[in-house]
């Protein structure tokens, strides 16, 4: 009876442990959707968790957040802190991505650009504005804001996309991304290119600062001048190439930041200095 007992537990934690849990702490006057399909590739299942204010007056901003982590590891369950952008009535997309032990590049970029299109396709049941969907993310989530967003309706990643005719984003938040991958010497970029880990042509073709134009979306960068994993010169160049394309941008610099480490005061002027931009791009 003990031994039945115990395995009924076992597998109740296990049950427990395999469910996701929200972690997301919304207003109540939105809706969430949790694990919506946006598409699906072979027997991988693209999920991503929208919280949405279906009732306000007006179609609300969209921010569609992107989680780090080399491309081969983190979730979407660990995104949280969405606070602010709550607060300012904009709706979020919390989305997942195959991992370069699921798909080597560019699958990230395809789905990116598939969730772009489901919040753009489905706008008027999210009650959101496609014209203004933000893109964000932090470390490897940071490059793929930046290839969802400067691609804009250049649709070579767009094959398991919705049929959406304008793909472009209002605004991009790069936080500490990379923006070159040529020049980010790390193993994770080398497993993420996979076979085409030495094709120039191709890593130029996954990598950001390959895309600046004059019609790149207004962007804001976060760096900390400390970062040991993605060096702050990729923000420099990349900084110099908006500069250049006389494209509107701000890069705040967090003093002895680390990679994503920052104080707790520094995270909230980053906040802060966000909803800035967006309302300067009169997104809110």
Same mark, same amino acid.
């Given at each position: 009876m003990k031994r039945i007992t115990f395995i009924i537990l076992s597998i109740m934690v296990w049950a427990h442990s395999n469910a996701q849990v929200d972690t997301v702490v919304y207003p109540t006057n939105f809706s969430k959707k949790l694990n919506v399909e946006y598409a699906k590739v072979n027997d991988w299942v693209g999920l991503v968790d929208i919280y949405f204010n279906a009732t306000n007056p007006n179609p609300t901003p969209i921010v569609i957040n992107i989680h780090g982590g080399?491309? @081969? %590891?983190?979730? $979407?369950?660990?995104?949280?802190?969405?606070?602010?952008?709550?607060?300012?009535? &904009?709706?979020?997309?919390? !989305?997942? #991505?195959?991992?370069?032990? *699921? =798909?080597? =590049? /560019?699958? =990230?970029?395809? +789905?990116?650009? =598939?969730? &772009?299109? #489901?919040? $753009?396709?489905?706008?008027?049941?999210? @009650? *959101? +504005? /496609?014209?203004?969907?933000?893109i964000m993310g932090g470390s490897a989530g940071g490059h793929l804001a930046? !290839?969802?967003?400067?691609?804009?309706?250049?649709?070579?990643?767009? %094959? @398991?996309?919705? /049929?959406?005719?304008? !793909?472009?984003?209002?605004?991009?938040?790069?936080k500490y991304g990379i923006t070159e991958v040529k020049a980010w010497k790390s193993k994770s970029a080398q497993q993420w290119l996979g076979e085409n880990h030495q094709s120039n042509k191709f890593i130029a073709s996954v990598s950001p600062i390959s895309y600046i134009t004059e019609s790149t979306p207004p962007t804001f960068i976060v760096h900390g001048d400390a970062d040991p994993i993605v060096p702050i010169e990729m923000s420099y160049d990349l900084q110099k190439k908006l500069d250049k394309a006389r494209v509107y941008h701000e890069l705040y610099i967090v003093k002895d930041g680390l990679h994503g480490k920052f104080p707790q005061e520094e995270n909230r002027e980053i906040s802060k200095r966000i909803m800035l931009f967006i309302k300067k791009l009169n997104i809110i």
């Open positions: 080399g491309w @081969n %590891k983190g979730t $979407k369950e660990t995104q949280r802190g969405f606070g602010s952008w709550f607060k300012n009535g &904009i709706a979020v997309a919390n !989305m997942g #991505y195959r991992l370069s032990q *699921i =798909a080597a =590049a /560019p699958a =990230a970029i395809e +789905d990116v650009r =598939a969730v &772009i299109a #489901y919040v $753009k396709y489905h706008a008027k049941e999210l @009650n *959101i +504005d /496609p014209n203004k969907v933000v930046l !290839m969802g967003g400067l691609l804009g309706n250049d649709k070579r990643f767009d %094959k @398991n996309c919705l /049929p959406v005719e304008d !793909m472009r984003v209002a605004a991009v938040i790069d």
